[in-house]
């Protein structure tokens, strides 16, 4: 998780708060359900990666799945929020 936290903080700092996550923004903006479909596939994809970290770092995978989505959405919102605020 950390590492996923600290790709996506090296994204925001280091384009000045300008670039965030091009999934969310197809999830948002698209107009077209095949493309929000594939951004559903990519989230999905980022929470089963987080999943099986955590599950090889001892966790349980029930729990492992809770902690990696709960990661994401935190991640997503973060990015949001510090776009929005540039904090």
Known sequence: ???FVDG????LL???FHRGCAVAAVSVDAGDDE???IAAEVFGAWTDALTRAL???GARRAQARDVATLALVSVEG???VGRATQD
């Open 78 to 80: 973060a990015l949001l």
């Open 35 to 37: 493309l929000r479909s």
């Open 14 to 16: 280091g384009s000045d």
């Open 1 to 3: 998780i950390d590492a």
């Open 55 to 57: 599950v090889r770092a």
């Open 8 to 11: 996506w903080r090296a994204v």
